[in-house]
């Protein structure tokens, strides 16, 4: 075993503890299929939203880490359960009389709301890989409906139908009265409606291969339950499902727990042992709400990506995926620069080491060189005392401070002063609230902008950090933070902020002094100069 190997196999990151149990479950060797299938599973009834992402992501990384672990092939299917009827009308789609009008249809069938694809299932997918393929994720797509009709799933359709009553005796202590006395594991599609029903199974005929209900007329009706013709109920399916596709690993979220006991016991009666499962916990919204695809709150992908790099919200995807974690817009700069931070690191870390960095996870190993030297932290103040508008704006101060850096040489640089632009008149902007200097802080400014008029040009940021904390040590401030406080909330509008020998640095000292006269005058810093 290479030392790289021995790395891997002692990592304590948790994609590497997970691909450590897919390992042990195939036992080191190739399956018979000719490679190790991780799985996720998306129900497409409404927009594709963050937890799907989510997922995608973090399967991603464990599939990832098995690869530093073994030669073994790998695969990741990303399953969409489009042939699943049509419910409820989510809130955050058009056209709704017209979906309204689809209740019962497979999502592959229902029409696209958008005009822009086949029909809404077909739509939902196209988004979902849209987004999948910006990220770079290696996976293959399919889709239920093709799935079923191409005859794919009919053996593992047959064995539930041999097993039929085991199969009800798994599920229907898990329903109410009512559902009890209606359910099946197989919804026929009615061959005159098209829709997918949910009705009583009145005879089961193994040797045909079909199921016998009453249509909604209260027609008797026998139809084949392969080819297409049936869909399983989707705690069933997704149980056949990993069954059929001999799933080696798949996740899921907190709220799916006994889903997944009950496949398990399903996948007994079907004679397999069922993949390696993960649980994460859920993403909530700035209420503390679980975020649902129906409803439409919480970030989307979209929003996210507004704002910041899709590195930043890979990471939030890594970080303690067991733990819940609200998912609103005040926690983008921070996790962007705790990307920055991470990324900043690899350069320097030993190999041991790299498999801890969560930035070699977001990276499958290959993390880029560009270093940014400004954290999104100061991109936002800076935009905040210049009143950005538009990316040129910071330019103009960035080029002063590094010379070398240009929207051409460092160009992730420029995403993120574009992003800081965009967080800054949507969110920082609305909230500033500056204050006068009270007490002592005005002599403790005007002894800081004495300071800084004696400096030359170029002096480091680290030397005007000195002078900036020497004058709050000077001034005798109950607490060192009460200083660089009042310097952000005179100066800054914030009661946070960046360390301001770095930002005067930025935004330079001629620039600087003026805005500390502007305060000390009683000017308004919100108003453009």
């Known amino acids: 075993m290479s030392n790289h190997r021995e790395l891997a196999m002692q990592a304590k990151a948790w994609p590497f503890e997970e691909a450590r149990k897919v390992l042990a479950r195939i036992g080191g060797k190739i399956p018979e299929k000719g490679y190790v299938l991780f799985q996720?599973?998306?129900?497409?009834?409404?927009?594709?939203?963050i937890?799907?992402?989510?997922?995608?992501?973090?399967?991603?990384?464990?599939?990832?880490?098995?690869?530093?672990?073994?030669?073994?092939?790998?695969?990741?299917?990303?399953?969409?359960?489009?042939?699943?009827?049509?419910?409820?009308?989510?809130?955050?789609?058009?056209?709704?009389?017209?979906?309204?009008?689809?209740?019962?249809?497979?999502?592959?069938?229902?029409?696209?709301?958008?005009?822009?694809?086949?029909?809404?299932g077909?739509?939902?997918?196209?988004?979902?890989?849209?987004?999948?393929?910006?990220?770079?994720?290696?996976?293959?797509?399919?889709?239920?409906?093709?799935?079923?009709?191409?005859?794919?799933?009919?053996?593992?359709?047959?064995?539930?139908?041999?097993?039929?009553?085991?199969?009800?005796?798994?599920?229907?202590?898990?329903?109410?009265?009512?559902?009890?006395?209606?359910?099946?594991?197989?919804?026929?599609?009615?061959?005159k409606t098209g829709k997918v029903l949910q009705v009583p199974v009145e005879e089961t005929n193994v040797d045909a291969g079909t199921i016998s209900f009453r249509d909604e007329g209260g027609d008797l009706i026998e139809v084949p339950i392969i080819g297409g013709n049936c869909k399983l109920q989707w705690k069933p399916d997704w149980a056949m499902r990993q069954y059929a596709l001999d799933v080696?690993?798949?996740?899921?979220?907190?709220?799916?727990?006994?889903?997944?006991?009950?496949?398990?016991?399903?996948?007994?009666?079907?004679?397999?042992?069922?993949?390696?499962?993960?649980?994460?916990?859920?993403?909530l919204d700035e209420q503390g709400q679980k975020i649902s695809k129906s409803k439409g709150n919480g970030l989307s992908m979209e929003e996210w990506l507004t704002y910041a790099p899709q590195e930043s919200l890979a990471l939030f995807m890594y970080n303690k995926p067991r733990t819940a974690k609200k998912l609103y817009f005040d926690i983008i700069p921070r996790t962007v620069d705790d990307?920055?931070?991470?990324?900043?690191?690899?350069?320097?870390?030993?190999?041991?080491?790299?498999f801890e960095n969560p930035a070699w996870h977001i990276h499958t190993g290959n993390v880029p060189s560009e270093q940014t030297s400004l954290s999104f932290g100061i991109l936002l103040n800076l935009a905040s005392v210049c009143n950005a508008n538009d990316a040129d704006r910071l330019w103009g101060f960035i080029k002063q401070y590094a010379p070398e850096a240009s929207p051409e040489s460092t160009p992730f640089l420029d995403k993120l002063v574009g992003f800081a632009v965009r967080y800054y008149q949507d969110f920082v902007k609305p909230k500033l609230q500056y204050r006068a200097p009270e007490g002592k802080e005005v002599k403790a400014l005007n002894d800081l902008l004495l300071v800084l008029k004696g400096l030359p040009v170029g002096t480091r940021a680290e030397d005007i950090q000195t002078e900036v904390y020497t004058i709050g040590k000077e001034h005798e401030f109950d607490n060192?933070?009460?200083?660089?406080?009042?310097?952000?909330?005179?100066?800054?509008?914030?009661?946070?902020?960046?360390?301001?020998?770095?930002?005067?640095a930025l935004y330079g000292l001629d620039e600087s002094?003026?805005?500390?006269?502007?305060?000390?005058?009683?000017?308004?810093?919100?108003?453009?100069?």
């Open 339 to 354: 990307y920055l931070t991470f990324k900043g690191k690899v350069d320097e870390q030993d190999e041991s080491k790299l």
């Open 248 to 283: 080696d690993y798949e996740m899921s979220g907190k709220d799916l727990i006994d889903s997944v006991k009950l496949g398990k016991k399903i996948q007994k009666v079907l004679g397999c042992k069922g993949p390696e499962t993960f649980t994460y916990e859920l993403f």
């Open 51 to 120: 937890g799907t992402f989510g997922e995608v992501a973090r399967t991603t990384m464990v599939r990832n880490a098995f690869e530093q672990l073994s030669d073994i092939p790998t695969k990741l299917f990303c399953f969409s359960d489009d042939l699943d009827g049509f419910r409820k009308v989510p809130d955050n789609l058009p056209n709704k009389d017209m979906l309204a009008a689809n209740i019962g249809q497979p999502l592959s069938k229902v029409p696209d709301p958008f005009g822009e694809y086949e029909s809404l």
């Open 513 to 529: 002094i003026k805005l500390i006269e502007r305060a000390l005058a009683g000017e308004d810093l919100s108003a453009e100069v």
């Open 40 to 49: 996720t599973g998306y129900g497409p009834s409404g927009l594709p939203h």
């Open 122 to 191: 077909h739509h939902n997918n196209a988004r979902l890989r849209q987004f999948l393929d910006s990220f770079g994720f290696q996976y293959d797509f399919l889709s239920a409906t093709e799935v079923y009709q191409s005859g794919q799933f009919d053996k593992a359709l047959l064995e539930i139908l041999i097993n039929y009553d085991k199969i009800m005796d798994v599920m229907l202590p898990t329903l109410g009265k009512e559902r009890q006395a209606t359910y099946s594991p197989f919804m026929p599609i009615c061959p």
């Open 480 to 504: 060192l933070r009460d200083w660089f406080k009042c310097l952000y909330e005179v100066l800054l509008g914030q009661s946070q902020g960046p360390r301001m020998g770095t930002f005067f």
